[in-house]
């Protein structure tokens, strides 16, 4: 019984997911837009002829409804849109507003528009705008004109502007009602005007139009958490405590803008020749950033510190080392969001070796998750050990946005993390990474640290100057981001889907990539710059001809989530384009973030852990994984939920991730995708590859050998790539078993020939096999 209710529920949340997936489609919104406008030109028609024919038709409708019929034969009636035209025009022309319905009209016409993408508005502004014109119009022919028409059926500014005519005039005199139509007037033409006021004031205000922002107004004590420290000493047998200060961070920026015009050319006085510079965001320079108040305040706003936990923490650390034989001299708490930091200065002699060894016995003692020492940390003559808190704190990606020191970066492709163990936002540029891979166990973080990524940039860039790549072979993870296609997504031509599911589709994806790195490069030789940001400055002070094939470049970011999945399918042809790729693309502009739930050595391999130099490790289960991903221990200790190591060189940094939940990224892309995009996404260059076909002719069935199946099982189960194996287990020559391997090679199964180390096994387990064998 409970089994069939179960299912019942599930169907019907699949229907209203269905229903809901409709009304949101942007090709449900250009229907219903293009319903709209055709309607508002059939009652434009329909007024228009209402001048002419309205004598003739009066009598004939006199007493009918819109929705009520009547045998009127069709020659009878005059107006242009016939006998539903007559009456509709009689409505709003006589009983509604008159003349100034057109006002109305406007509006409507501005929904349509708006619906169908084709122009992006301001609804509500221009919602009271044309409101005030039609009351003010109504009003003012009916005043002025309306004696003129009293002896006709017509109501020049509709029922509506004789009957408040006549109450302004009756309660306020002709002078009165005179000065209350100019003062409607006064603020029509103040709305109209508002953005020129608001244009001419900016320019006063230096640095103050941060992105995303459109309302001044004060933040204050939002997401200001400063780290909390205490300190004691321990001299001669005294214990002294005494409360630290922290270093005061102004997080927040004092004024902020909701909207803002931002990316769009100012002219200075002072500086006219800036006029001639390209300006790449003329292609859609009514663009505005993401509102900061789509995002959402969660947690808590001031960090709470639980003194009690951390004196008996204290306590506990001191007495474990002291039953060691490790005397302590200083011992000092940071408290962050979601672990604590006690930095320990041992008496001279110690050896940090020792306390080092002690991990797991303090972890023991204080009885948490998991607890990492630094020893020592760097730039300090103290030890560090990180305690996870009782009760974590979560971290929201609109603390991170809005702080200042993501607000005032000038860094080319800032990313908001999170924040660190002393509570101070990570923000750091991809663009000198340049790569970067993200590793971590199922349900550790690893999908919220992607979206707050792709939310950093999507707030601090215009689309000319970013473009997603992203690859998704789950189909359910970056599908949000198909909205934006227009925007900010690159793809191959006449490709359907913005988001790249299919593995054979990733794989000219890629290849693709490689043939714009190329083209890049070229470019970059014929301008003799040696970068992309060189380049770009070249062509936007028009030194660069673009009838010579100069173009702006735009930063290409691309995303592969389950990278695991990808390389356990598709083995060199995946890894082999990503590897020219990162080896060749910083300079270029293109950058690779690519994640993995399976951090094994299968996966992450020596080419991919050579060329993604940055690394961000969530909570794997083992140290073994934790070596993989960042060649030391640490993720294997730390709590989950965001909770993340970030490694660039030698430095480990401990952050809480911004956590960005999906109905926030929902409202980002919505806002996005409801502005005016370009006609198409970007296009990648077409790819295709005669090597390709020529390895699949010399890998398919016909020229295969007999034992070519066996042999390719026999790798994956031993996981060894060893031609003698071949030998030994088939009974066959060197010859034999040496084509064999090639052909395992070319069919990517077994990685390229190491000397006389065996060869690496790309293939995993035997179900990635069968699909490989089914594909060819």
């Known amino acids: ?28 919104h250009y229907f219903v837009g293009l319903i709209i406008l055709i309607i508002v030109v059939y009652t434009s028609i329909s007024i228009f002829s209402f001048f002419f024919t309205s004598n003739t038709d009066q009598s004939k409708i006199e007493g009918l409804s819109l929705f009520q019929f009547k045998n009127i034969e069709a020659e009878e009636i005059a107006n242009w849109a016939g006998l539903r035209g007559a009456i509709l025009s009689s409505i709003l022309m006589n009983e509604g507003f008159g003349l100034s319905t057109f006002f109305l009209l406007l509006f409507t016409v501005f929904v349509a528009l708006r619906l169908m993408k084709v122009y992006y508005v301001r609804l509500i502004r221009n919602f009271i705008l044309c409101s005030l014109l039609t009351i003010w119009l109504s009003i003012t022919l009916t005043f002025f004109f309306g004696k003129f028409f009293q002896e006709t059926a017509l109501y020049i500014g509709g029922k509506h502007g004789f009957i408040v005519s006549n109450i302004l005039v009756y309660n306020f005199g002709t002078s009165g009602t005179l000065l209350i139509i100019v003062l409607l007037f006064i603020i029509s033409i103040a709305i109209v005007n508002i953005e020129i006021i608001y244009f001419l004031i900016t320019p006063k205000q230096k640095n103050k139009n941060k992105i995303g922002f459109s309302k001044e107004k004060k933040i204050e004590n939002a997401s200001h958490i400063p780290p909390f420290q205490t300190e004691e000493n321990f001299s001669n047998g005294i214990e002294h405590f005494e409360v630290v200060k922290p270093k005061e961070e102004e997080t927040i920026i004092s004024e902020i803008k909701e909207k803002n015009r931002g990316f769009s050319k100012k002219i200075n ?50 007495s474990t080392l002291d039953s060691f034989g490790i005397k302590i001299a200083m011992i ?20 940090i070796s020792k306390i080092k060894n002690l991990e797991d016995d303090i972890a023991l003692r204080l009885s948490a998750l998991g607890i990492r020492i630094i020893a020592p940390i760097p730039g300090k003559g103290t030890i560090g050990i990180e ?15 809005t702080s200042k020191k993501f607000q005032e970066t000038k860094l080319d492709l800032p990313i908001a993390l999170g924040k660190t163990i002393t509570n101070e936002t990570f923000v750091f540029d991809l663009c000198k990474m340049p790569h970067l891979l993200v590793a971590g166990a199922t349900g550790q973080g690893k999908s919220v640290g992607l979206n707050a990524i792709i939310t950093s940039l999507l707030y601090k860039k215009h689309p000319a100057q970013l473009k997603f790549v992203l690859i998704d072979p789950k189909k359910v993870e970056f599908n949000i981001y198909s909205e934006i296609e227009k925007h900010f997504l690159a793809k191959l031509p006449n490709e359907e889907d ?17 043939k714009e790195v190329d083209e890049r490069y070229n470019l970059l030789k014929k301008a003799n710059v040696r970068n992309m940001k060189e380049y770009n400055e070249k062509f936007v002070n028009r030194q660069l001809n673009p009838q010579k094939k100069h173009r702006y470049m735009p930063y290409f970011v691309v995303i592969i989530d389950e990278f695991g999945d ?13 590897a020219r790729i990162a080896q060749l693309a910083r300079a270029v502009g293109i950058h690779m973030i690519i994640a993995t739930q399976r951090p094994d050595t299968s996966i992450i391999t020596g080419i991919i852990k050579a060329n993604f130099p940055a690394r961000i490790a969530f909570r794997v289960s083992a140290m073994v994984d934790s070596r993989t991903i960042l060649d030391t221990s640490g993720a294997n200790h730390l709590v989950g939920k965001g909770d993340l190591l970030f490694s660039q060189g030698n430095d480990l940094t401990r952050i809480q991730c911004a956590f960005v939940d999906t109905s926030e990224v929902e409202k980002i892309t919505e806002y996005i995708s409801n502005q005016q995009g370009y006609p198409n996404a970007e296009i990648l260059p077409e790819y295709t590859s005669e090597d390709n076909i020529e390895k699949r002719d010399t890998t398919n069935l016909s020229n295969r050998d007999p034992l070519f199946n066996k042999a390719a099982r026999l790798m994956v189960t031993h996981q060894q790539g060893s031609t003698s194996l071949i030998q030994r287990k088939f009974e066959i020559g060197y010859n034999r078993a040496g084509r064999l391997m090639d052909q395992l090679e070319d069919a990517g199964i077994v990685g390229s ?14 179900y990635h096999l069968d699909k490989i064998l089914e594909l060819e």
Do not use: H
């Not at 993401?290 to 305040?297: G, Q, R």
């Not at 000092?332 to 050896?351: D, F, H, N």
């Not at 913005?498 to 490689?514: A, E, F, G, W």
């Open 387 to 401: 305690v996870p808190n009782r009760e974590s704190q979560t971290v929201s990606m609109k603390s991170v946005i």
């Open 269 to 318: 006085k002072d500086n006219l020749e800036k006029v001639r510079e390209y300006d790449p965001t003329l292609g859609l320079p009514n663009y505005l950033c993401p509102p900061i108040n789509l995002l959402k305040e969660c947690g808590i706003s001031e960090l709470q510190i639980d003194m009690e936990e951390q004196k008996t923490n204290k306590n506990k650390i001191l």
């Open 566 to 578: 990808l390389i356990m399918t598709a083995g060199r042809e995946i890894e082999l384009p990503i």
């Open 753 to 766: 020939a190491q000397g006389s180390k065996a060869r690496e096994v790309l293939i995993s387990d035997e």
């Open 498 to 514: 913005p988001v790249i599911t299919n593995v054979t589709k990733v794989v000219q994806t890629l290849n693709s990539l490689t």
């Open 332 to 351: 000092k708490a940071t408290v962050g969001p979601t672990v604590t930091l006690y930095e320990i200065q041992p008496e001279a002699g110690i050896r």
């Open 1 to 28: 019984m409970q089994k069939k209710s179960t299912i019942t529920k599930t169907n019907t949340n699949s229907k209203f997911s269905t229903i809901r997936v409709f009304f949101q489609s942007s090709t449900t």
